[in-house]
């Protein structure tokens, strides 16, 4: 039987440190799959993000199922690695169209999280273009989790492109995605990873 293994993606200017990928990672290692993850620190810039990811895809698929988690920003880019190798995916809050959302970001950003400095520019606005998934070809590949209370977000633009697929919609909340620890054993199960607890 083949194990599984997930690449999870933090959201934009964040990192493996979020909120989110230490309860998911903490959560894997007390039940002794804490291997079964990787979180690695996506590049600011799309085309650099999409490189790392698929290398750590290809490397993931080598030796186990890949199956895909994503926050915000990172959710866009596990839809584009999704449909590129098959595997399911779980969305959570997803950033729809960071070519339009991130406009606003346009000129220098620091991360969250490392205080590193980087600028945003329009060809970082072009490659998102580029990388954006027009159409799913599966929607039960996905897991979307949504809260309506996002307040960076406007959840409507994912429960429309999304349609079809598997969903959790919150009342309130937030982009965060508030009580995220409520759903941790959903997420495994959906990434086929329950049963090898």
């Not at 990787?38 to 810039?45: C, D, F, G």
Request: glycine share 6%; proline share 5%; hydrophobic share 35%.
């Amino acid at each position: 039987m083949t194990m599984n293994k997930i690449l999870y993606m933090h959201g934009f200017n964040s990192s493996p440190a979020s909120h989110k990928a230490v309860l998911l990672h903490a959560y894997m290692e007390q039940h002794g799959i804490g291997d079964r993850i990787e979180i690695p620190q996506i590049p600011a810039v799309p085309a650099d993000a999409i490189e790392l990811l698929q290398a750590h895809a290809e490397s993931i698929s080598r030796n186990y199922s890949l199956s895909l988690a994503g926050s915000s920003l990172g959710g866009f880019y596990a839809t584009w690695l999704a449909e590129r190798y098959h595997c399911p995916a779980v969305l959570i809050n997803p950033a729809v169209k960071p070519h339009k959302l991130l406009r606003k970001y346009l000129g220098e950003n620091t991360n969250y999280y490392t205080a590193e400095s980087w600028i945003l520019d329009e060809s970082h606005i072009e490659q998102f273009r580029q990388l954006d998934i027009e159409t799913i070809t599966q929607p039960q590949r996905y897991l979307l989790m949504l809260q309506t209370g996002d307040q960076t977000l406007d959840y409507r633009q994912a429960l429309e492109k999304y349609s079809g697929s598997p969903s959790l919609v919150e009342q309130g909340g937030s982009h965060e995605f508030s009580g995220f620890e409520r759903h941790i054993e959903k997420i495994l199960s959906f990434c086929n990873l329950t049963n090898e607890i």
